[in-house]
Nanobody
């Protein structure tokens, strides 16, 4: 059973930084899966934040976070990261990591989420 565990969320002031981590504890071959971060703010739909392909050489971002967030992965540690800088109050949300087997499939495994709150 796939088990994704997010950590690193918290309360930060606007302009601050946080690094989220998502560890894959399932024992599968982590490097075979595309990974992504999504977020959901209260009263809003879940939205895409960033994604990274298998080896980490190909990434893409939502326009709202480009230049501020960086997604990366360490396949040796079975972990994907989201470095968030210049945080804004509108970045406040529950952040989820997700995986999919290839770039054409749906994201089919999700973590439980980690809360990020940015105060103004």
């Amino acid at each position: 059973q796939v088990h994704l565990v997010e950590s690193g969320g918290g309360l930060v002031q606007a302009g601050g930084s946080l690094r989220l981590s998502c560890a894959d504890a399932s024992g599968r071959t982590f490097s075979s899966y595309n990974m992504a971060w999504f977020r959901q703010a209260p009263g809003k739909e879940r939205e895409f934040v960033a994604a990274i392909r298998l080896s980490g050489g190909n990434t893409n971002y939502a326009d709202s976070v480009k230049g501020r967030f960086t997604i990366s992965r360490d396949n040796a540690k079975n972990t994907v990261y989201l470095q968030m800088s210049s945080l804004k109050p509108e970045d406040t949300a529950l952040y989820y990591c997700a995986s999919r087997p290839d770039a054409f499939a749906s994201y089919n495994y999700w973590g439980q989420g980690t809360q990020v709150t940015v105060s103004s």
